[in-house]
């Protein structure tokens, strides 16, 4: 019964050759999974990987196979267990943490920086931080904790840093934090500690900066920083307690402290005597602590006591009333004092004696109205006086006798309306600030003795007028503001100021006697004239070719917006050879003479935005070779003329935005060197003809600044309007129609043919048209009551100084000839009235004329005076309401060629004549101006010139 068959013995052992096989497939997948896993958890890829439990943390590598940990922000209710145990540096800040426990950091001993600000910790349990040997900075604040166990980092020796503020703690937990022998920085601030003592920390020898501010800490113990007194201390902050009283001593335990803050206190007295003792402090700051009383130290206190090293005092936002005698008595190494936003009205010639050292005194912001002679005598080391913002009346020189080292003085903001005529002993004074205040002149005396003053600021006064002489007595002044006084008269008051380097007269409503009121100011290098109400011809003397900046060869920056500056003379800026930067902005300029910048040759930026400009000229920037930044924004530009930009071959920056523009001419020319170009707010037309723009601005290097706000017109594809400018694709809207290129051309050819047939019997056409009209219309158009005999001049003919031999040769002698009747006509410039102004004469010529013909070439409409006079011409048409002016074209103008009045002019169908050549169009043309001659037709609309 127990015997085995052959059969079951082998399958038998089959079985098991299988079972052991597949347990030691199992066993090798088993080994392969943990060789792969072990890396995963322990160590992480060097650059940056997702902790697998916590998709929102990130694990940064550090140095040596060290990570950082940073799982900020993750909403996280506890600290992750699945971070690498080479963690040096933990980031839980800002998440939902309510507790720490035993087990919270076990795996992660390698910590050295740990952060848990703004959670919501109520408890850490005794052993939570005890792993973390290595921790150097520990940050808990922002948290709900209202007490630290005693004896929680007794494991951490190595923490430097213990953050704990904004928590609910009510004392200084000692018991946790004494044993500790590196560290440097407590922070305890806002929590609900009430008082303090660090005399059991005996350990703490490196401590430099304990931050207690914002508690309800009512007073300081005498004794508290008994412990301390070896350690350099870099801040004690007190700030936004409680204290009431600072008592004598209570520093005198420490030795160095470079900033002691008792800000927003209660504190109503500054007592000296507290602050007495061998101690060196850098700043000592009591900031709005309501101090009201300052008590200075008698006479035998300070025999007795030892004298501090503080070297910066800030008592300001308070309210004392008053600076005793001899106040800082005791503070004989203290360089600054500041005591400004208090209500202090008077100060006595002793007030700040005692300060022997003292550098800076700042005293601003208060009530003072007048200053005692000799006030600052005991501050012979004074470098820097405020008493800006006071109700000083009257400035007297002798108030600061004694400051043998002053270099800056500032007055400003006060009430002053004069000064003692008495000279300034203060020979080192460098800068002086006057500026608003009520003075009603600059006297010569009123500078007397400031000989080495090199800043002056006496701007927002209500200076009328300056004395020549008034800054004689500073000849080394380097920097001068005056700007927004009232309505001030120069007389050539700057010429001999050979060290001035910046100028300052902006919103003063100047007046001139001559344009030499800098020709002695050879180092001018800044110079503002804004908002003056200047006009060209302040600018430029035209009689005697002498320009207001001759001589400022190194000049740099001028600066004359919103003045009205249009139709500047060529050589207003010919002098200004280093000039990098020109502002022109907002002065009503609407024409830029060719030649106007062409000695700027240094100018790298150019503002004139703001003005009128319609039609710039192809050679408007002549001269500006180191042009990069162009500012012509908010003009009323219409078009570019393909060779704008020749001149200006280092443009950078280029603003045209807020114009006119419909278009870009194709072959416009751009710098290369154009980076940022802004057309925004013009009512581009985006149809084909803008095609090749948008293809280079597609290819080339240049930024379209505000592509938002560059959006094509109505006047585009339906499809784009109101569309922004770059998404326009010129493939999808201007790719070529087969079908109406060859019924176009078929027309063009008929057209074509019929156009030689016309061309050549034209004027035979056109007489016969014109005969045709006259037989079958008649004439029915509201003629001017006055006649040609109501006029002095019968005709007044005007035409550019190129075409003077046509009108000699060819029209003078016909009109002689045909219309004998006309005994009284102008012809030209040379007929003008004598004596008056060219303009005033051509005004007088158009008023006085019966009709005015104008003359119309290729060279007339590139000359800018008959332009002028073409200009005034129509501007008369407006005035009467009178069809008055006929153009003659002597010969054929090309389209784009034409001006942009003439071509105004031609739209409102107005009477013009065409010169031909052969004997049919010149029979038309001497009897279409014979037509034009009989009446002056009353019109109804205007010409917007």
Known sequence: MYGITRDHFEGTMAAFRMHSLLYATCCILLVLWVVCLLPVSADFPKDQMVSPQHNCCHIENATQGMYKAYCNHCHLKSVPQDLPNRTIALDLSHNLISQLQNSSFGHLWNLINLNLKSNVIVHIENAALTPLLHLKVLCLSGNELTQIQPGLLNSSKNLTVVDLGYNLIPSVPLAAIENLPNLQKLILTKNSIKSFDFQSVSQWKRISEINLSRNDITSIPKHAFSPLQNNSMHALDLSNNKITEVTSGVFSDLTIVNFIYLDANNIDKFEVLAFMGNLKITKLSLTGTSLKEIIPLNKSTCERVDIPHILNIELSNNGIFDIPHYAFAGFNHTLSLKIRQNRITNIANTSFCGLHSLEILDISGNHISSLPLGAFHCNENLLQLNISHNHILRLHPGSFIQLSMIQHLDLSNNLVQGCEYRRWTVKTLLTLNISFNKLYNLPDRMLWGLTNLKVLHASYNQIRGYSPFAFTQTPHLQELYLNSEGYSYLAEVFREMTDLQILDLSNTKLSMNSTHQFSGTASLQELYLRFNNLQSKNLFDSKTNYSLFAGQAVLEGLYLQGNSLNNMETGTFSSLESLKSLDISDSEIKVLKEGLFKNLTSLTTLYLRGNQIQEPSAHALYGLQSLRNLFFERNMVRSLPLTLFNDTPHLFKLFLLENHLTTIYPNTIFPDTMRFLDLSHNPLSCKCNLAWFRNWVKLSNVVLMQPNKTVCSRSSFPTLVNHPFLPFDPEEFCSINVTLVVSVSLVLIMVGYVAIVVYYKRWWFRYRLYLLKLAILGYEEVEDNQ??????????????????????????????????????????????????????????????????????????????????????????????????VVLIFKEDVEENQLPYLVRLFLSANRPYLKWEEDEYGQDLFWAKLEKNFRSNKVINNAIPV
């Open 787 to 884: 006649q040609i005999e109501d006029y002095r001049y019968q005709i007044n003919v005007m035409f550019s100084d190129g075409d003077e031999d046509w009108v000699d040769d060819v029209m003078k002698p016909a009109m002689e000839e045909r219309f004998p009747q006309f005994e009284s006509i102008l012809w030209g410039d040379d007929y003008f009235h004598i004596g008056m102004y060219l303009v005033d004469a051509i005004h007088h010529a158009l008023e006085n004329s019966y009709k005015t013909v104008l003359v119309i070439s290729n060279q007339s409409v590139e000359e800018i005076w008959f332009m002028t006079k073409l200009r005034m011409a129509l501007e008369h048409i407006n005035e009467t309401k009178l069809d008055k």
